[in-house]
């Protein structure tokens, strides 16, 4: 082996150890819509009771989340809407993404609160470039591409919670979501579950 390729090993080790060191000191969320209701499921009770609890509720799920480094995993569904290849140096993956992930019940995930709507009523972000190291030799920028196109990339993110968002919608209800703060992506195949290639700051 080169010297070459034993630099490139030991990038890729440090690469792939980075994000799992990370993420074994994080908080791990169950899913993405238990985070999105602890800030952004509205309490409308009509007695003044059941509205305490309800808001008492809302503040114990908060506290689980509170001042934590969590780690989710997004996995994929939806996310060949909101991924997009790019050119990467050699050895490495490259994404761009759209960050909005939709939990349902009308709230979103997102990396900044959003300023403003389209024409449409959709929430208007920037998108996120994310360059890593590829996990092995035997991967190129090429496959990364490729798995993009195909709808074929799981992700996990390790992150904290800034604070849930709210933007009025002319003759709707508003637009509601979560604003977070990540640290380390890390891009996995689908379909193997093989990790592709990380990000850690």
Not at 45 to 57: F, I, N, S, V
Not at 112 to 128: E, I, M, T
Not at 176 to 193: D, K, M, Q, V, Y
């Amino acid at each position: 082996m080169t010297r070459l390729a034993l630099s490139l090993g030991l990038l890729t080790l440090l690469a792939t150890d980075a994000f799992d060191a990370a993420k074994a000191k994080a908080t791990e969320v169950e899913s993405l819509q238990k985070l999105l209701d602890a800030y952004t499921a509205p309490c409308h009770a009509t007695d003044p009771l059941e509205q305490q609890d309800c808001d008492k509720r809302a503040k114990t799920a908060q506290a689980a989340f509170k001042g934590k480094t969590l780690y989710l995993n997004l996995g994929n569904v939806g996310l060949e809407r909101l991924l997009e290849p790019l050119d990467a140096s050699p050895g490495k993956g490259a994404v761009l993404i759209t960050p909005i992930f939709d939990g349902g019940s009308g709230v979103a995930l997102t990396f900044a609160k959003p300023q403003k709507l389209d024409k449409d009523g959709n929430v208007v972000v920037s998108r996120v470039p994310v360059e890593g190291t590829l996990s092995d030799d035997t991967l190129m920028a090429s496959d990364v591409k490729r798995l993009v196109r195909t709808g074929q990339l799981g992700l996990e993110i390790i992150f904290t919670v800034k604070g849930p968002w709210e933007i009025k919608r002319k003759g709707g209800e508003p637009v509601r979501g979560l604003e977070i703060s990540p640290s380390a992506f890390r891009f996995s195949n689908r379909r193997t579950g093989k990790p592709l290639f990380s990000h850690v700051k």
